[in-house]
């Protein structure tokens, strides 16, 4: 297990491309990389986990991390790991109030750990990046699911190994599901699940990994393949989007110049829809919209861009979407579904404020790591002891100057936005949040209230996580 030492090393091995600003490395050239037809893969629907046992209070699943091979490309097989096979991973569906426990067997030979991102958990099943299965080791995580349902993703978080092995697939769904919120909503078939990452392959087709590689990830994937095609009828869908890549950053528009109804963010459902033409989603954020295509022509053939991606089509045209007739051409399809004016009752901001404090994040240029006012990660040393049942402000500045982005995620807790730069944030970004983005020179105020029944060591992070494995980490103990 690398220490504090061991942090500096490797960041120190990242020589240059930890120096460059934007991480703007360009590595080796890719060679002829094999393609797919754009458009001609129909989107994959990641497989929804089935408990092994079920009793009174809890589902039992298992998984295991082993190595796995994925149909990426057509007809080409490329070497990757996975859960239970799986690229990306299972889809575990939880029902609030009802507990999941997990067993977890890691058959690489490195080795794992698994945080439920955005779960509210205890210190034991948080996946802290020393708490790790080792190979040929299991373990038992333990999900309360006593939490607003919301759109959660689990992945790994080892100490040092993060970024390399959740960019080679270990990542997966977990949805947290409750019947009395906005059960109108589109459900079963026309509730999609689109998970977003980028990948850079040989001209073998394997997966090529360098850490602050971001430039040569030139595919982007939808539920592990590029540039998929989905079949929609003329009605309103639910779309779940996810931003699981290490360092890409999305702002997705319609070709038509349609419309997104957002109706949650990170943890959930918010107060009520906003309506948006652009949806921007940095690394680990999550948000869930309602697209409606009762109004488009059977064979019209809408395209999910990405603004952020060039001139390149493999990252600016992601996915597209083929309304496809249904019973009458003439007419929409049936759609008993809707998008209620008001979605969810948010709690109150609660109890005073006891305690400001400022996060400062900035590139260490002399030691070649990223740090956290101030300190590159040291797994031995608590940054915070933060008081159970108090409410915190973080002052959260990205330091470091233009364009190097950043953003925080914090354990255990979904944190209100505040305010960015000193203006009041949009209601898209205000709650529930567990992961914020902060560009360069900006800073973000975040209202935490640890109303948490747990106490225990927790990590925060950047989830620019190829920025978090070199160092770009602290931790709190929250105290009873």
Same mark, same amino acid.
């Given at each position: 297990?690398?220490?504090?030492?061991?942090?500096?090393?490797?960041?120190?091995?990242?020589?240059?491309?930890?120096? *460059?600003?934007?991480?703007?490395?360009?590595?080796?050239?890719?060679?002829? &990389?094999?393609?797919?037809?754009?458009?001609?893969?129909?989107?994959?629907?990641?497989?929804?986990?089935?408990?092994?046992?079920?009793?009174?209070?809890?589902?039992?699943?298992? $998984?295991?991390? !082993?190595?796995?091979?994925?149909?990426?490309?057509?007809?080409?097989?490329?070497?990757?790991?996975?859960?239970? #096979?799986?690229?990306?991973?299972?889809?575990?569906?939880? =029902?609030?109030?009802?507990?999941?426990?997990?067993?977890?067997?890691?058959?690489?030979?490195?080795?794992?750990?698994?945080? $439920?991102?955005?779960?509210?958990?205890?210190?034991?099943?948080?996946?802290?990046?020393?708490?790790?299965?080792?190979?040929?080791?299991?373990?038992?995580?333990?999900?309360?699911?006593?939490?607003?349902?919301?759109?959660?993703?689990?992945?790994?978080?080892?100490?040092?190994?993060?970024?390399?092995?959740?960019?080679?697939?270990?990542? #997966?769904?977990?949805?947290?599901?409750?019947?009395?919120?906005?059960?109108?909503?589109?459900? @079963?078939?026309?509730?999609?699940?689109?998970?977003?990452?980028?990948?850079?392959?040989?001209?073998?087709?394997?997966?090529?990994? &360098?850490?602050?590689?971001?430039?040569? !990830?030139?595919?982007?994937?939808?539920?592990?393949?590029?540039?998929?095609?989905?079949?929609?009828? !003329?009605?309103?869908?639910?779309?779940?989007?996810?931003?699981?890549?290490?360092?890409?950053?999305?702002?997705?528009?319609?070709?038509? #110049? @349609?419309?997104?109804?957002?109706?949650?963010?990170?943890?959930?459902?918010?107060?009520?829809?906003? =309506?948006?033409?652009?949806?921007?989603?940095?690394?680990?954020?999550?948000?869930?919209?309602?697209?409606?295509?009762?109004?488009? !022509? #059977? @064979?019209?053939?809408?395209?999910?861009?990405?603004?952020?991606?060039?001139?390149?089509?493999?990252?600016?045209?992601?996915?597209?979407?083929?309304?496809?007739?249904?019973?009458?051409?003439?007419?929409?399809?049936?759609?008993?579904?809707?998008?209620?004016?008001?979605?969810?009752?948010?709690? &109150?901001?609660?109890?005073?404020?006891?305690?400001? =404090?400022?996060?400062?994040?900035?590139?260490?240029?002399?030691?070649?790591?990223? *740090?956290?006012?101030?300190?590159?990660?040291?797994?031995?040393?608590?940054?915070?002891?933060?008081?159970?049942?108090?409410?915190?402000?973080?002052?959260?500045?990205?330091?470091?100057?233009?364009?190097?982005?950043?953003?925080?995620?914090?354990?255990?807790?979904?944190?209100?936005?505040?305010?960015?730069?000193?203006?009041?944030?949009?209601?898209?970004?205000?709650?529930?949040?567990?992961?914020?983005?902060?560009?360069?020179?900006?800073?973000?105020?975040?209202?935490?209230?640890?109303?948490?029944?747990?106490?225990?060591?927790?990590?925060?992070?950047?989830?620019?996580?190829?920025?978090?494995?070199?160092?770009?980490?602290?931790?709190?103990?929250?105290?009873?």
């Amino acid at each position: 297990m690398l220490n504090r030492r061991g942090t500096l090393k490797l960041g120190a091995a990242g020589g240059v491309a930890l120096a *460059l600003p934007a991480e703007r490395l360009v590595s080796a050239a890719l060679g002829n &990389a094999p393609t797919a037809q754009p458009f001609s893969v129909p989107l994959p629907i990641p497989p929804v986990l089935s408990p092994v046992y079920s009793d009174r209070s809890t589902d039992y699943y298992e $998984l295991s991390v !082993r190595p796995g091979v994925a149909e990426i490309l057509p007809g080409v097989q490329t070497n990757v790991i996975t859960y239970n #096979g799986s690229f990306p991973g299972p889809t575990i569906k939880a =029902r609030r109030g009802r507990a999941v426990k997990v067993a977890v067997t890691n058959r690489l030979q490195t080795p794992s750990a698994v945080h $439920l991102h955005g779960g509210i958990v205890p210190q034991d099943s948080d996946g802290h990046p020393l708490d790790v299965i080792q190979p040929g080791k299991h373990r038992v995580y333990h999900y309360p699911n006593d939490q607003r349902a919301a759109t959660l993703w689990y992945h790994d978080h080892a100490h040092h190994l993060e970024a390399e092995q959740i960019y080679k697939g270990l990542c #997966g769904l977990y949805l947290i599901e409750d019947r009395k919120d906005a059960p109108s909503l589109p459900k @079963g078939q026309f509730d999609i699940p689109l998970m977003f990452r980028d990948i850079a392959l040989d001209d073998k087709g394997q997966l090529l990994w &360098a850490i602050f590689d971001g430039q040569r !990830r030139n595919t982007v994937l939808v539920n592990g393949v590029p540039q998929p095609v989905l079949k929609v009828r !003329r009605r309103k869908y639910r779309l779940r989007l996810v931003n699981t890549s290490n360092e890409r950053m999305f702002s997705f528009r319609l070709s038509n #110049g @349609g419309e997104f109804v957002q109706v949650a963010t990170d943890g959930g459902l918010m107060a009520r829809p906003v =309506r948006r033409t652009e949806i921007s989603l940095w690394p680990a954020e999550r948000v869930e919209v309602v697209v409606d295509f009762s109004k488009q !022509r #059977g @064979g019209t053939k809408i395209m999910l861009t990405n603004a952020n991606g060039g001139d390149v089509a493999s990252t600016s045209q992601i996915m597209q979407f083929e309304v496809i007739d249904g019973i009458r051409r003439d007419a929409p399809d049936n759609d008993d579904s809707e998008v209620p004016p008001k979605l969810s009752v948010l709690p &109150a901001i609660g109890a005073p404020v006891m305690m400001t =404090r400022k996060v400062v994040l900035s590139f260490d240029a002399k030691n070649m790591v990223f *740090l956290i006012n101030g300190k590159p990660y040291d797994p031995h040393r608590i940054d915070y002891t933060v008081k159970r049942g108090s409410t915190e402000i973080w002052e959260v500045t990205n330091a470091d100057p233009d364009p190097i982005p950043h953003s925080l995620h914090v354990h255990v807790v979904q944190f209100r936005v505040l305010d960015r730069n000193g203006k009041a944030v949009e209601p898209w970004e205000a709650y529930p949040k567990d992961t914020v983005s902060i560009p360069a020179g900006e800073t973000v105020r975040l209202l935490i209230r640890f109303d948490a029944p747990y106490t225990g060591v927790f990590p925060f992070h950047c989830h620019f996580v190829d920025h978090s494995s070199v160092a770009m980490m602290a931790q709190m103990r929250i105290v009873a």
